[in-house]
């Protein structure tokens, strides 16, 4: 996972990563320990909830704010994010990105570019039930006790790499009565901080069956690479 961001189409890339953990993190699901990894009781069984919650919808779509840097030189974009858990939308600072189920479509609008790709082992879909496996090798989890947030009661769940991933930790603050996860914050080894806070949450709504489609006749004038 990237923790070096900058102000173009690779923070973009590096965006879909750090969105990637919210869903890999949130959505993890059985109880796992191996290669010296812990899960505590408590923090797997809000997981299990929340896994649960985002599953049995058959689309999710929430708003975000997403701010990046270090001590009070943070910076922030708003960007909205569509998943029908095997396709998603993501939309952020004029670029977006959607996965149809097979390709990965990157469309900057600045720049007037479009980069199709498949994903690889370094670079999985950015599905929420992709990183299961992931989740349950690479991460101590620890319940770290309740804060409130907006003057809602949270939990609080911080997550430690059993090896070198580039991240000091990642804390997840979760609303554990409506098992949804409302911020994440994730500190990398060079003390860089990505916050995601979720603002506005929708789910099984109906939507355009269009909307994981990638048109090609609406970028003519656009230089399209594929990978």
């Known amino acids: 996972m990237k923790t070096y961001l900058c102000?173009?189409?690779?923070l973009f890339i590096k965006m879909k990563h750090y969105l990637k953990a919210v869903l890999t993190l949130t959505l993890a699901g059985a109880s796992y320990t191996a290669h010296s990894q812990t899960i505590d009781t408590k923090s797997k069984t809000i997981l299990d909830d929340v896994t649960k919650n985002y599953k049995s919808k058959k689309n999710?779509?929430?708003k975000f704010s997403y701010s990046s840097g270090t001590g009070s030189?943070?910076?922030t974009q708003t960007g909205i994010f569509y998943s029908d858990n095997n396709r998603y939308k993501l939309k952020i600072m004029g670029t977006e990105q959607i996965f149809d189920g097979n390709k990965i479509y990157s469309i900057s609008d600045e720049?007037?570019?479009v980069t199709i790709s498949k994903p690889n082992d370094n670079q999985v879909h950015f599905s929420p039930?992709?990183?299961l496996?992931?989740?349950k090798k690479e991460y101590?989890?620890?319940y770290s006790g309740k804060k409130t947030m907006s003057g809602i009661p949270v939990d609080v769940i911080k997550m430690v790499p059993v090896k070198n991933n580039g991240l000091k930790s990642v804390t997840l603050y979760v609303n554990t009565p409506q098992k949804k996860l409302i911020k994440l914050e994730q500190v990398s080894t060079t003390n860089e901080m990505a916050v995601i806070s979720i603002s506005n949450y929708k789910d099984n709504q109906t939507l355009s069956p269009s909307l994981f489609s990638f048109d090609k006749s609406k970028y003519q004038n656009y230089l399209i690479t594929e990978l």
Not at 7 to 10: D, F, G, K, R, V
């Open 129 to 131: 039930l992709s990183y």
């Open 111 to 113: 720049d007037k570019e």
């Open 133 to 135: 496996d992931s989740y």
């Open 140 to 142: 101590n989890v620890t």
């Open 73 to 75: 030189n943070m910076q």
């Open 60 to 62: 999710s779509y929430f």
């Open 7 to 10: 102000l173009n189409y690779n």
